[in-house]
Every structure is written in C-alpha cells, then in structure tokens.
C-alpha cells in the first residue's frame, strides 16, 4: 500500500532535523549564531540607566542650588529619562 503525503511530509522533515541537510543555504543559515554581547556594550548600557536615574535624583533634590540644572528646568526630566530609555532599548540588542 503506498504510503500518504502526511506521511512523506512528516518523513522528510524529520530527515531535516536529524542533519541531512543538502543545501549550501541551509547549512549557513545554520551555522550563522549571534555572538555574546561585548562586557563594553553591557557596561555602557548599564552606565546609561544609571546615569539617567542619578540625574532624576540630582534633580530632584539639589537642581535649584545648581545653576546649569536650574535654567533647564523641566527639561531635566527629559535629559534623565532619555538617558534610561537609550540603556532600556539598549537591551534588545543584548545577548
């Protein structure tokens, strides 16, 4: 009795997940692997949620006796929030 197309289906792919691969595309998709983030990026990307959240509590507590702070005004909370947000959206690239 001939064998269904389920069947064949489910024959080759299980021949693709056991290695028997043929093409030269496959078998480079296969071996491209993300390498581990650099302890540079990490530390940047640390040094910038830090900072943001240093320059919010600054700020806060001493930005009238600090003349630059002063005259931004409430621009600091954007200075500090972006200051997070670039280390937060630089986690997505982090491996």
């Known amino acids: 009795m001939p064998k269904s197309k389920v069947r064949k289906s489910v024959a080759t ?5 056991s290695g028997e691969m043929s093409s030269p595309a496959a078998a480079a998709a296969r071996t491209r692997v993300a390498a581990p983030s650099s302890p540079v990026y990490i530390g940047i990307m640390l040094a910038l949620m830090v900072l943001g959240l240093i320059w919010l509590v600054v700020f806060y507590l ?4 600090i003349a630059f702070m002063a005259s931004l005004g409430n621009w600091n909370f954007g200075i500090g929030f972006t200051l997070m947000i670039a280390g937060l959206l630089m986690t997505m690239g982090w491996r």
């Open 13 to 17: 792919s299980a021949a693709r997940t």
């Open 62 to 65: 001493w930005g009238s006796d």
